[in-house]
């Protein structure tokens, strides 16, 4: 099977890929374009949670499986990989995963673990999973998680990046006293920097801009270098 090809797969029932998946995990995201293709499978998702509880498949290919299969019946799985954090990626893909499941069902189970979760990669899984979401709104209780230290910096901007219309959010984020919600609000304006379309928004890259000037944001000398550079090409050097 060629690195890209999906064909094998199209052909199978998503008992048979997965069965296929588990012992083979370096074919997990050729095998998850043709089980994304297809409806919601609930009895997919009791083949996945048994596989779990069984050993044989490891929780962050749980997790991410029962998003691509869009099994309500694994949800509660998902939040037990969620706050049990077992690493190798599992718990930020079953926050995702929980979205995929439920959609906005899921916001008030990411919030709460967002800030209760018992182990901070489970807690920075919680945010990635609100970033899926994609709701402006969200940016106030992230930003006020990342303050009371709740979560990790990075998680932080990776998710206020990713919401939709919170511009003016950020720039609030930006001219904060809190020097670490300063720095996670910039961090965003760089991840946004480089996303299709990149940056349109004339006063939050001013006000990134008047950030990095004050020389407190924490980034690399090469990322500075390129968020300078795409803030100029927006509104102009000096």
């Known amino acids: 099977m060629a690195s890209d ?17 588990f012992p083979r995990p ?16 609930d009895e997919a998702g009791l083949v996945l949670v048994a596989a779990f509880e069984a050993g044989r498949a490891p929780a962050w290919l749980t ?9 309500r019946s694994g949800y509660e799985t998902l939040r037990r990989i969620l706050n049990d954090a077992p690493g190798l990626l599992a718990e930020s ?20 673990a967002m800030v209760r979760a018992p182990h901070q990669r489970g807690r920075d899984g919680a945010v990635y999973g ?8 969200l940016a106030s209780p992230i930003l006020r998680a990342l303050t009371d230290g709740h979560v990790r ?28 919600t300063r720095a996670a609000a910039v961090q ?6 480089a996303m299709l379309g990149g940056l349109r ?7 990134a801009r008047e950030v990095m000037d004050a020389g407190t944001v924490g980034l690399s000398p090469r990322t500075l270098s390129m968020l300078r550079e795409r803030i100029d090409r927006l509104v102009g050097g000096r």
Do not use: N, W
């Open 130 to 137: 609100l970033a899926a979401l994609r709701d402006a709104a």
């Open 93 to 112: 893909y079953a926050g995702t995963a929980m979205v995929r499941v439920r959609g906005v069902e899921a916001r008030d189970d990411l919030l709460e």
């Open 5 to 21: 090809d999906t064909s094998d797969f199209d052909v199978m029932s998503t008992p048979e890929i997965l069965e296929q998946v």
């Open 201 to 207: 928004h004339r006063a939050l890259a001013l006000a």
């Open 63 to 71: 997790a991410y499986y029962i998003g691509c299969v869009r099994a």
């Open 26 to 41: 370096l074919v997990f995201k050729i095998a998850a374009r043709s089980l994304e293709a297809r409806p919601p499978d």
């Open 153 to 180: 910096l990075g998680a932080a901007a990776y998710a206020l990046a990713e919401l939709d219309g919170a511009s003016d959010e950020l720039i609030l984020a930006l001219r904060s006293a809190s020097e670490r």
């Open 188 to 193: 965003a304006v760089f991840h946004r920097s």
